[in-house]
């Protein structure tokens, strides 16, 4: 997109980032907050104006003229096409493969109206510390994804390059959010193929623009609430789950590593009833996540939590998910009807031996459709005839257990008569006469 970039003063004293494309021009309020203007607007500047002029020259009443960016701006704008000739070495895919199957944003925009995944690169590394001379991650996990076969016919998958890097770290965001909006809008569960974990704020920033109230997933060795940090990439959970107005109604940490999270730490996110799971937890009991992970509408996963031996790139420890674990994970993911938004962050190529990282989260993307396929085939709650139904009583509570005949994936019905996502042990506890701890998390946050 061809862009000029100044600054807008306002009557408070700051300063507006602002953008003249050749389609109009938008302002940037903040990170959750992105405007454009018209060209057939009354107010549309000339070029030739100063910001001063600019600023003055709108009208008092600036909501009769500012509309939405997803109203106005094709969201190829916001990104740079990919080369399949290059992440191919000039060497044509097989039939079958991942690059000749897809459909891929190169000179133009393909349909995306019967897409179901949609995939795009966000290389944003400055939240980490780490200058944005080269943003090349999501580039080298293509060269792997590409050469994959594609074994899912009932899924279609598109993917649309890269995010344009920002003149600044929110400016990247706002782009991000901005095409992310677009997407879900249509109903395309997007994977954002990153960059740093910090990147999940533009996640959750598409939902709080729209008040819209979420559940959100964080897989991570980490929990990255630093309040000790300037990196984003350590401390954006603190804006995300503290900030006002606040649109997360919960949130689950999987996968963290107790020698690396203060205790006090752990005992603040119980007091606001989040979930946290170790990884030994998870590891011992892998089918206990996929409740945890199907009602939500965020999935963010950071390599971290991937022990270095099967994802080299990952230096923080040595310890971690395997990499079929992950792909578990990944595929839980892609079972959900819920989830609309999923990042892959924290991948560095510099740090990587052989590809080795790229090609576990190229595997862990197969896994997501392979998810997805699956979740098609299931039922609607409403079709009473799909589910095996069990009348339960434990502790003198009434209860109903679902189970699909199609995917043998479990739901437990809560005294308000909503059935959340429960597992096969839940329902084992029940016929014990016990309360299911999920049970008991639920009636707390209520």
């Known amino acids: 997109m061809n862009q000029v970039r100044k600054s807008v003063p306002t009557v408070i004293g700051t300063e507006l980032p602002l953008y003249f494309t050749p389609g109009g021009f938008f302002l940037t309020f903040s990170l959750f907050d992105c405007w454009s203007f018209r060209p057939s607007d009354p107010c549309f500047p000339s070029l030739s104006l100063s910001t001063f002029q600019l600023f003055n020259s709108l009208p008092s009443k600036l909501s009769d003229y500012l509309a939405p960016m997803s109203d106005l701006f094709n969201i190829?704008?916001?990104?740079?096409?990919?080369?399949?000739?290059?992440?191919?070495?000039?060497?044509?895919?097989?039939?079958?493969?991942?690059?000749?199957?897809?459909?891929?944003?190169?000179?133009?925009?393909?349909?995306?109206?019967?897409?179901?995944?949609?995939?795009?690169?966000?290389?944003?590394t400055r939240g980490a510390g780490i200058p944005p001379t080269q943003q090349l991650a999501p580039d080298w996990i293509r060269a792997e994804f590409y050469q994959l076969f594609f074994w899912h016919q009932n899924i279609s998958v598109a993917d649309i390059g890269n995010i344009k890097k920002g003149a600044s770290l929110k400016d990247t965001y706002a782009a991000l959010k901005t095409v992310l909006a677009e997407l879900t809008a249509a109903g395309k569960m997007v994977v954002i193929l990153g960059g740093s974990h910090d990147l999940t704020l533009a996640q959750y920033g598409m939902f709080a623009d729209q008040k819209r109230v979420i559940d959100a997933v964080c897989v991570d060795a980490l929990i990255d609430l630093s309040m000790d940090s300037l990196q984003r990439d350590q401390n954006f959970l603190m804006e995300m789950l503290t900030g006002e107005p606040n649109f997360i109604r919960h949130y689950n940490h999987i996968g963290f590593q107790s020698y690396y999270v203060h205790p006090h730490m752990l005992e603040t996110m119980d007091k606001l009833r989040f979930d946290c799971f170790r990884v030994g937890m998870l590891k011992e009991q892998i089918e206990e996540m996929e409740p945890v992970i199907r009602n939500s509408q965020l999935f963010s996963f950071d390599i971290s939590a991937i022990a270095n031996a099967f994802a080299p790139s990952n230096t923080i420890t040595p310890n971690g998910l395997t990499g079929e674990e992950a792909c578990i994970l990944m595929r839980y993911a892609g079972m959900s009807t819920h989830l609309s938004t999923i990042g892959i962050y924290g991948y560095l190529p510099s740090k990587?031996?052989?590809?080795?990282?790229?090609?576990?989260?190229?595997?862990?993307?197969?896994?997501?459709?392979?998810?997805?396929?699956?979740?098609?085939?299931?039922?609607?709650?409403?079709?009473?005839?799909?589910?095996?139904?069990?009348?339960?009583?434990?502790?003198?509570?009434?209860?109903?257990?679902?189970?699909?005949?199609?995917?043998?994936?479990?739901?437990?019905?809560?005294?308000?008569?909503?059935?959340?996502?429960?597992?096969?042990?839940?329902?084992?506890?029940?016929?014990?006469?016990?309360?299911p701890e999920r049970w008991l998390r639920a009636q707390e946050r209520d």
């Open 76 to 124: 190829a704008d916001f990104l740079e096409p990919v080369n399949r000739a290059v992440l191919s070495q000039d060497e044509s895919y097989k039939d079958g493969q991942m690059g000749k199957t897809l459909l891929v944003y190169e000179e133009e925009m393909p349909d995306l109206t019967t897409v179901d995944i949609v995939l795009v690169g966000c290389g944003e």
């Open 352 to 435: 990587d031996k052989e590809a080795l990282t790229a090609k576990q989260v190229s595997h862990m993307l197969w896994y997501l459709i392979d998810g997805r396929s699956r979740g098609k085939r299931e039922a609607q709650m409403e079709e009473k005839d799909s589910f095996n139904e069990f009348h339960m009583a434990f502790a003198e509570i009434e209860s109903v257990f679902l189970q699909s005949k199609k995917t043998g994936r479990w739901w437990m019905q809560l005294p308000d008569k909503k059935y959340i996502p429960c597992s096969y042990k839940d329902y084992l506890l029940a016929g014990r006469n016990e309360i």
